[in-house]
């Protein structure tokens, strides 16, 4: 690890982004029950005959549950077992009859059977709280939330759904601490080989350049010109000034320390894990903590929600010699740190902030 300076500089932010990966066609999720709506760049055609295919389904779905609108429902549309037809999963709210809003959730996979839909049999949906994500490749993709009521429910696990010849069934599951870690082991890859997309890509711009580490640096006086703004553009071009090698290379070498290592859980459910060793008279220790549900997306203005934050820290402490001021020397402990502080969103991590002292 190179050498780390004082822990006690500024700490750059970097706005949380979310939604950035551009969904498939197949995979829009429409909240408003009345009308099955595209992506943005799909054909119009297309659109028209995706709403055609929901409405198809929901005609099929109201023979089975006459009221499943009653209490709001979303819906996909895409090929789920690869036969060239649409199929619509549907997830609406459940409730007693004289309820105004969803105390649960059920999901129903309705299957393109000629002119018709077939629903599949309950026993094979989720047991868990479900929220849709999308369907990509006959894939559907969902997530489980926390409480099904809530108003800003948070996701606790990720889930792929896959045809097997006979229904849907899972195919895949990761728990929130699984997702975060993946998502970590791409980032530290793309810091060790200098991957700026991938960096770059879990940023939101334009960044305030203002407390960000690019003192003295092209990059700050390009920033300054421009009202001190950083737009995707600049931050490739100066990279290096946002992430030097031995800032990369710090955060990649924390996130390969400790990424095998045991999590422990403290008492507020935070998950910490971390790895020390001794080079020479300096002690380094790397950590990795992962804090569900934070405090950050409750903030006025902020409408994303945030599953988990995750700070990834390199601090460096050291034995050092220094004059004493009287002809004499004397032994101090000096101490400095790297951090890199992330949010969980969408099943994403963005990063939120970092900071660097040197």
């Not at 105004?100 to 129903?108: E, G, I, P």
């Not at 929130?176 to 890859?189: D, K, N, P, T, W």
């Not at 020397?329 to 099943?347: N, P, T």
């Amino acid at each position: 690890m190179r050498k780390i300076a004082a822990l006690s500089l500024m700490l750059g932010l970097a706005a949380c982004q979310s939604g950035t990966d551009a969904a498939p066609a197949d995979a829009a999720a429409p909240k408003d029950a009345s009308v099955a709506a595209p992506a943005a760049s799909a054909p119009a055609a297309t659109a028209e005959a995706q709403k055609a295919t929901a409405e198809r389904a929901f005609a099929a779905l109201r023979k089975l549950d006459p009221g499943f609108e009653r209490l709001g429902f979303e819906h996909l549309v895409g090929d789920l077992d690869r036969d060239g037809h649409e199929d619509v999963v549907v997830l609406f709210g459940q409730g007693t009859p004289d309820a105004t809003m969803a105390a649960s959730k059920k999901l129903v996979v309705l299957m393109s059977r000629g002119q018709d839909f077939q629903a599949l049999p309950q026993a094979g949906m989720p047991e868990f709280c479900p929220e849709l994500d999308k369907i990509s490749t006959g894939r559907l993709y969902l997530r489980a939330i926390d409480i099904c009521s809530a108003a800003r429910p948070k996701t606790t696990d990720y889930y792929v759904y896959a045809w097997n010849g006979q229904t849907v069934a899972q195919a895949e599951h990761q728990s929130r601490q699984q997702r975060v870690l993946s998502e970590l082991a791409e980032l530290g890859r793309a810091f060790r080989t200098r991957d700026k997309n991938i960096v770059l890509g879990r940023m939101n711009f334009p960044l305030e350049a203002i407390g960000l580490p690019i003192y003295e640096t092209e990059l700050e006086k390009v920033a300054k010109a421009a009202g001190g703004k950083i737009d995707r553009a600049m931050a490739e071009k100066h990279y290096a000034d946002l992430f030097p090698d031995s800032r990369a290379d710090t955060y990649a070498e924390t996130i390969e320390q400790v990424i095998g290592q045991t999590f422990a859980s403290e008492p507020d459910g935070t998950l910490v894990a971390s790895r020390s060793q001794q080079r020479g008279k300096s002690e380094e220790t790397y950590s990795i903590s992962i804090q569900p549900d934070p405090d950050a997306d409750r903030e006025e203005g902020n409408d994303e929600l945030i599953d988990a934050q995750v700070s990834v820290i390199a601090a460096v402490a050291e034995e050092v010699e220094v004059n004493d001021g009287e002809g004499g020397k004397s032994v101090e402990r000096q101490e400095g740190a790297e951090s890199l502080i992330l949010h969980l969103i969408d099943g994403r991590l963005r990063l939120a902030a970092f900071n660097v002292a040197g």
